[in-house]
């Protein structure tokens, strides 16, 4: 037993690495690691490391360089690199090379074995590297440290069938794989009766949810199990992919009381052509004529989205598509990206990459679309009320606290911390492009 060793873990990417380091931090913290958050302190440093884009990389690198000092001035540091980037062979052997200061590196589909890793590295004393390509059978019990007492993500799935040619995430995470409905019930009725309010279900395409259970149960029947739990109160979701959206999921989101009113549904492109090179399988009509339905069906609905720009080949004409379908589904909000090429995906090595120069021009061009809808948006709440969950102090403004509305947009109030970790009833007054501002309202 490692008594008293304190440990630092920087991660970088998406929900799913932020809940992987909540389990590298559960299996610390059952070691007897303590946590802290001055590295001059640190025994143990971990980097769970994001490959999704090339500046998540670079970011890696680059504070991976500066840690050669505190290990020059303190030899018993471990250094240890897990995540995403570790699972690509090219990567490993750039750290072997460069960065002979690091101790350990494992993987995606092995963070369970990281007590052995300790362990056998501490008997090598030189890099030991223990990366699976993948992992058949889903490991279950791995003790989770999380972040917040009030809310919490479940997995519900692993990896990514889709290959969507940009993506690297295929490669990194693995094949999909679903978790068995009673382990995710349990986890859920678990962090219900220890208080939880609201739980996250993770996946990268939780539409497909199922497929390779048995059982075939499909993400909208899930849902409807675990709308059933009476403690909890709110159940979000993200990844959907429009291809597989289902009339019983829109009708899940529409009956079951629990489950958030938003979608996050990302379209890439708004280009026929260009969603054909991404392997998106779907044409702008079907993406248009969906969110219709959803619209129609559940008319409060928050959509968001994921844009990409600049993929390879894009013209004006196909941009003008994307904006067009920003304009008319009116999203709530988008995460906006740069094409970054990923090494190993069918889309680097396609030709006619499209110089920066213009893709930052078109970039700009997004967002002076999508802000303005943000903001409208937003200012539609203005005097309604609306269900707040409130997660802590505003940053600027210590009188008040800031929260999150079921569509997950930042609300805030004036309040007491006896408040936090509570669903509280906010009337709206002021909306601005990503915040709205409010009062309790009883
Ligand atoms: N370049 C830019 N954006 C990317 N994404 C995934 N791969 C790339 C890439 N190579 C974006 C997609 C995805 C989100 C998580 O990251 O929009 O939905
Ligand atoms: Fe990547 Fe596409 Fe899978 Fe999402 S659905 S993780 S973008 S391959």
């Known amino acids: 037993m490692k008594m008293n060793k304190k440990y630092l873990i920087t991660t970088w990417g998406c929900q799913m690495n932020e809940h992987d380091s909540e389990k590298i931090e559960g299996i610390l913290n059952s070691l007897g690691y303590i946590a802290t958050s001055d590295k001059e302190k640190a025994d143990l440093i971990i980097y769970n490391t994001c490959l999704v884009r090339e500046n998540a990389e670079l970011k890696v690198y680059g504070n991976l360089g500066e840690l050669k000092r505190l290990k020059r001035e303190n030899p018993n540091l471990i250094i240890a690199i897990c995540g995403c980037m570790m699972q690509k062979e090219e990567v490993r052997l750039v750290i072997k090379e ?18 052995e890793l300790l362990e056998d590295h501490d008997q090598k004393k030189n890099m030991l590297v223990d990366v699976w390509e993948d992992n ?3 490991v279950e019990g791995v003790p989770t440290k999380r972040k917040y007492d009030f809310k919490a993500f479940i997995n519900i799935m692993y990896g990514c069938n889709n290959f969507c040619t940009y993506c690297i995430v295929p490669y990194t995470r693995g094949r999909e794989k679903s978790r068995e409905p009673e382990d995710i019930l349990e986890e859920a009725l678990k962090l219900s009766k220890e208080g939880y309010k609201e739980i996250t279900l993770l996946g990268q395409n939780v539409n497909s949810y199922g497929k390779t259970l048995d059982s075939k149960l499909t993400f909208a029947q ?3 199990m675990l709308n059933e739990i009476d403690d909890l109160e709110r159940i979000r979701f993200m990844t959907s992919h429009p291809k597989d959206l289902s009339d019983d999921l829109i009708n899940a989101i529409k009956t079951c009381e629990k489950v958030s009113n938003h979608l996050h549904l990302p379209f890439q492109s708004g280009s026929n052509r260009i969603l054909k090179k991404m ?7 079907q993406y248009l004529s969906l969110v219709e339905k959803i619209r129609k069906e559940i008319p409060d609905i928050s959509l968001t989205t994921d844009i990409i ?3 390879p080949e894009e013209t004006e004409a196909d941009f003008e598509d994307t904006l067009e379908v920003v304009r008319k589904a009116r999203f709530d909000s988008a995460f906006t ?7 190993g995906t069918p889309a680097a090595d396609m030709e006619n990459q499209v110089p920066d120069e213009i893709k930052h021009q078109r970039f700009q061009k997004l967002l002076d679309t999508l802000h303005p809808i943000s903001f409208e948006r937003n200012k539609e709440l203005i005097g309604k009320t609306v269900k707040v969950l409130a997660e802590d102090f505003s940053k600027n403004d210590s009188t008040k606290l800031s ?10 109030f004036k309040g007491g911390d006896d408040l936090i970790g509570k669903i509280v009833n906010v009337k709206i007054l002021k909306a601005k492009t990503w915040t709205l501002e409010g009062e309790i309202d009883v």
């Open 309 to 311: 720009v600049g993929f």
């Open 279 to 285: 392997n998106r399988r779907y044409t702008k009509e």
């Open 136 to 138: 058949e059978e889903i």
């Open 403 to 412: 929260g999150r509305t079921d569509t997950n947009r930042l609300v805030h």
């Open 337 to 343: 990206f740069l094409y970054s090429i990923r090494e």
């Open 222 to 224: 899930l849902l409807h």
């Open 98 to 115: 460069k960065y002979s200061h690091v101790d350990l590196i494992f993987g995606t589909h092995n963070i369970h074995k990281l007590p």
